[in-house]
């Protein structure tokens, strides 16, 4: 049985100056289509169509907590958390299509 994962990730903007933090049960074209309205209304706003910060958990509530934590979190530290693992801010959409 294949097991399956909770995607939190950060999207940003062209210019890198806005973040986002999400979740999603499938990454990939999922992300930039989100089912909640008003996140839509927010990423179609601000042009958030770079994901350049993911992590898999494989246990839903534990993703939701993350994804929570992530957003209390202040800029510096998301930036810290990015540029550890994306020093480049590249746009990591690839690897899921």
């Known amino acids: 049985m294949r097991e399956e994962y909770y995607y939190i990730y950060i999207l940003t903007d062209r210019h890198?100056?806005?973040?986002?933090v999400?979740?999603?049960?499938?990454?990939g074209r999922s992300?930039?289509?989100p089912k909640n309205e008003e996140d839509d209304e927010y990423i179609r706003k601000?042009?958030?169509?770079?994901?350049?910060?993911y992590e898999a958990i494989s246990n839903p509530e534990t993703a939701e907590f993350r994804k929570?934590?992530?957003k209390r979190w202040?800029?510096?530290?998301?930036?810290?958390?990015?540029k550890a693992?994306?020093?480049?801010?590249?746009d990591?959409?690839?690897?899921f299509n």
């Open 46 to 53: 601000f042009k958030l169509q770079k994901l350049i910060y």
């Open 92 to 95: 990591l959409y690839y690897r």
């Open 74 to 82: 202040r800029r510096e530290w998301k930036i810290n958390l990015i």
């Open 68 to 70: 929570k934590q992530l």
């Open 85 to 90: 693992s994306n020093p480049s801010f590249k």
């Open 22 to 27: 999400g979740g999603a049960s499938h990454i």
């Open 31 to 33: 992300i930039l289509e």
């Open 16 to 20: 890198n100056t806005i973040l986002y």
